[in-house]
């Protein structure tokens, strides 16, 4: 079975400031993808970065960077610079590619994140 | 359309009542997938749609949660006789071909689903 741990259920930070985020999880597989997700108070969730498992360079995406450590099964999550419009719930995501099951998402309990003017 | 839609975004409903949700994917969206947010908790996979095909429901907590796709674009989660325990916001997310694995899935707003 595949588990996702986000062991800070909140955390702040002020404005144009880094924080980081941090996620960890447990599988067997070898083959497969980390997602950070973002669910404002609006619920929809929007992608925020994806890293592929086999890749060993760190996925970049602006102020978003994660911090991939595969042999510790860790994925963190940096945001630079943050801004108001950060504020929300993050998702750590596991996806593992099942035959008949399409991907299937294994979530955390996500992070709530924030931003203090 | 745009994006992922749902309807109705709150439902209400009492115990015992059967509740319909609905899920509107991107057009062209191969994969549906259903999943079940607790209050503080990550989505929980429901189950998975391929075209009309249910190809896995193992997510699904009881026999009084069946979910269609019956022409492969829309999809109906239906909850029969809702308890409390069933009270959670119902997340819909579709990809455009659920096989490769470096696809992503693009979420829906939910649907809130609160048993009184």
């Known amino acids: 079975a595949q588990t996702v741990t986000q062991s800070q259920p909140e955390m702040s930070v002020q404005e144009a400031e880094t924080v980081t985020l941090s996620c960890t999880y447990d599988?067997?597989?070898?083959?497969?993808?980390l997602f950070w997700y973002k669910q404002p108070p609006s619920r929809q969730m929007i992608l925020v970065i994806r890293q592929e498992a086999y890749k060993q360079q760190n996925a970049t995406e602006n102020r978003f960077s994660v911090n991939f450590q595969k042999a510790a099964k860790s994925f963190s999550l940096k945001i630079s610079d943050s801004q108001l419009g950060d504020t929300a719930m993050y998702f750590c995501a596991f996806m593992k590619h099942g035959l008949g099951t399409g991907n299937q998402f294994y979530f955390g309990t996500g992070t709530s994140l924030t931003v203090i003017p | 359309g745009a994006g992922v839609s749902q309807s109705p975004r709150y439902k209400v409903a009492k115990r015992g009542q059967d509740v319909a949700l609905r899920c509107d994917p991107i057009?062209?969206?191969?994969?549906l997938f259903w999943y079940q947010q607790a209050l503080g908790q990550g989505p929980e996979f429901l189950t998975y749609?391929?075209?009309?095909?249910?190809?896995?429901k193992s997510g699904l907590p009881s026999d009084r949660f069946f979910a269609e796709r019956p022409e492969g674009s829309v999809s109906t989660l239906k909850i029969q006789r809702t308890q409390q325990e069933d009270s959670a916001v119902y997340l819909c997310a579709s990809s455009l071909i659920g096989r490769i694995l470096q696809e992503t899935q693009y979420f829906g707003p939910g649907t809130r689903l609160l048993v009184l």
């Open positions: 749609f391929q075209n009309e095909a249910q190809l896995d």
């Open positions: 599988t067997s597989e070898n083959n497969y993808y």
């Open positions: 057009s062209g969206h191969v994969s």
